[in-house]
């Protein structure tokens, strides 16, 4: 019996590979995905046609080159670079006082990307884009290996509880529940992105590290297994690994909390919770310690996110109810897109005045979780009160309670950067609950009609999987798959026309940034820098210094901020009787500057303008 269980606990590695490994070749099959065309005026053609993709590649505009391509120097090749430089060790210590795009990751890029960014640059040049390609592939691979590992942990996680919340021992229904349970939740399709997207890849390993904690934790639960000090250090550890690869998984004490709690009350009430947890409950004191220090140095990783500059979306306006309100939307959004995934995208758009209470979406969000708030409350006491040995409405109130503390970091409480409604890498830890969920439920009611129904959902869930992960081929395909679903979606629309220009493509790019200018925010100095930039490569930069110089006078407050300053500098060169005027603020730009690629930048047009004769236009880089 206990062989026949741990073959069945090997059912979802081997099903997930079967479902990704087809697509994820070197030479990608996606004839199945129906993708947009993209006329010469950059407007969308009626018609769908075979996607563009024909070998995997980083996406260049979408992160890819800041993780991968501009890494810094001790990750790049050892052979250009003197020993002492490129060791391992400076690695290690590299990645642990660094911060990529407002996020501490250092165990992703130790375990993750190291090995990936030198190998890249060890065996080829700069301009070698087949290398790119192909190690692109190979983290797609890791992450793929890793997604595996991470259902067959998943598999054994909830054999585990089943095993310990019955009065009997699991058995063979409960291997077979744990696996096709942990089986959907692998092959769900808002996890491609996750192993699609190279910059996504912490998740797998943050995922594994997670899975790992909550095994040693759900192994060690009840009065007859103690927690030592040695499985307390092993518990926190893995925690802070976790953490450490991607902070996603800042809020896990608190889902094992839930855990502890949902387990306790089933075996006798409050008063067996009382009697009972307080023994396995001393692990938490170190587990909050821990998870203060990491929540801090997150906070800090994270201080260039949360300006009101950082995107074109803002709270300024709405404040901490904004925060709300779009933390209910994205909460809303994935717990519809965990049961029927049929409208799935790169990004999530929030549109400006979409945040407010007036808005129908907004208030189905409040009402739905008003009601679930009130629901999960009242059986939360009676099942105080009486146990929840048989109350599934309890039960479903902690898998609900453990969604929204996974979600906690990524819900939009604290801004981070970009403003959506959500991304589909946010599901990978917050749809956990779920699969647990499942497994318990089969466990005492697995049936020849349950494992063909939840075959039916995987086969289903693996084919939509399939195409969603052929999205994440190369930009040109994501951007066709994402103008196919919101021709309208402002990010994608202006991010595609900046890749066409950048390619060359500048007719094409013309109607997508005429467009961008009809569809994007027109609040605050963000939306102003995007708008001066749209406006430049239509031509108009007249029109763009002009709206500088307007902001600059309306809003003094906004004075200090580099690339405003960057880009008023460049509007002053117009008249070469200003060059001095104009390198002084560029000078000032570069002071205030904290940010590595504002700082290139800016000293870039210093260096330009020192080499500059006065003949003719001054070419520098613009700023948004």
């Not at 030479?27 to 053609?45: M, R, W």
């Not at 943050?206 to 927690?227: D, E, N, P, Q, S």
């Not at 709405?318 to 029927?340: C, E, M, N, V």
Request: net charge neutral; proline share 4%; with cysteine.
């Amino acid at each position: 019996m206990v062989w026949a269980a741990a073959f069945l606990l090997l059912l979802p590695v081997v099903v997930v590979y079967n479902v990704y490994n087809p697509v994820l070749t070197q030479e990608p099959s996606c004839d199945n995905v129906a993708t947009l065309k993209t006329q010469s005026s950059g407007s969308p053609a009626a018609a769908f046609t075979s996607p563009t993709c024909s070998r995997w590649t980083f996406l260049h505009t979408w992160d890819d080159e800041s993780n991968f391509i501009t890494s810094p120097p001790p990750f790049m090749s050892p052979l250009t670079r003197p020993e002492s430089d490129s060791s391992m060790l400076n690695v290690v210590q590299e990645a642990l006082v660094m911060v990529r795009i407002n996020v501490y990751e250092p165990l992703a890029w130790i375990v993750g990307k190291a090995w990936i960014v030198r190998g890249m640059w060890s065996e080829a040049g700069e301009a070698d884009q087949l290398n790119f390609a192909h190690y692109s592939f190979l983290v797609r691979r890791q992450s793929l290996v890793i997604h595996c590992l991470n259902a067959g942990l998943l598999g054994f996680f909830i054999f585990i509880i089943l095993d310990r919340t019955g009065k009997q021992q699991a058995g063979i229904g409960g291997a077979v529940s744990a696996a096709l349970a942990a089986t959907l939740w692998a092959v769900h399709p808002c996890h491609a992105e996750v192993v699609g997207w190279p910059s996504a890849n912490p998740y797998t390993l943050c995922g594994f590290f997670a899975l790992l904690c909550g095994v040693a934790h759900a192994a060690t639960i009840g009065a007859k297994h103690k927690r030592t000090g040695v499985v307390v250090v092993l518990i926190c550890a893995l925690y802070a690994c976790s953490v450490l690869s991607k902070s996603a998984s800042i809020t896990l004490p608190g889902a094992l909390l839930a855990l502890d709690a949902w387990y306790w009350l089933q075996e006798g009430g409050l008063k067996g919770a009382l009697k009972g947890g307080l023994e396995g409950w001393k692990v938490y004191p170190s587990l909050v310690l821990t998870s203060v220090g990491l929540a801090y140095v997150t906070l800090v990783a994270n201080e260039e996110g949360v300006v009101h500059t950082s995107d074109l979306v803002n709270f300024i306006e709405s404040g901490w109810l904004g925060r709300i309100l779009k933390s209910l939307i994205t909460l809303s959004l994935y717990l519809r897109q965990a049961f029927w995934p049929a409208d799935l995208r790169v990004h999530y758009v929030v549109n400006e005045g979409g945040l407010t209470m007036s808005s129908p979406e907004v208030l189905l969000c409040v009402g739905l979780w008003s009601s679930a708030a009130v629901i999960c409350s009242t059986s939360l006491v009676r099942s105080v009160r009486h146990g929840s040995k048989h109350d599934w409405v309890a039960a479903t109130s902690f898998i609900l309670a453990t969604y929204l503390l996974l979600f906690l970091p990524t819900m939009g409480l604290v801004q981070h950067g970009m403003i959506q409604k959500g991304g589909d890498r946010y599901a990978y830890l917050t749809y956990l609950p779920f699969a647990v969920g499942l497994g318990c439920w089969g466990k005492n009611r697995l049936s020849l009609t349950v494992i063909v129904v939840v075959s039916v959902m995987t086969l289903t869930f693996g084919g939509l999987s399939r195409g969603q992960l052929c999205t994440y081929c190369d930009d040109e395909s994501m951007f066709q798959r994402a103008l196919a679903v919101d021709p309208f979606d402002w990010r994608i629309v202006d991010t595609y026309a900046e890749f066409l220009y950048r390619t060359g493509r500048r007719d094409e790019g013309a109607g997508l940034v005429r467009r961008s200018l009809d569809v994007q925010p027109r609040n605050g100095l963000k939306s102003m820098l995007v708008k001066g930039k749209s406006l430049v490569w239509l031509g108009e930069a007249g029109l763009a210094c002009d709206n500088y110089d307007n902001w600059w006078v309306e809003h003094p407050e906004d004075r200090s901020m580099p690339l405003l300053k960057n880009n008023f500098a460049l509007c002053l060169l117009r008249d070469k009787n200003r060059r001095e005027e104009a390198e002084g603020m560029f000078r000032e730009a570069l002071e205030a500057s904290s940010v590595d690629d504002h700082v290139k930048k800016i000293g870039g047009n210093l260096e330009l303008l020192k080499e500059w004769d006065g003949e003719g236009y001054f070419t520098g880089s613009l700023m948004w």
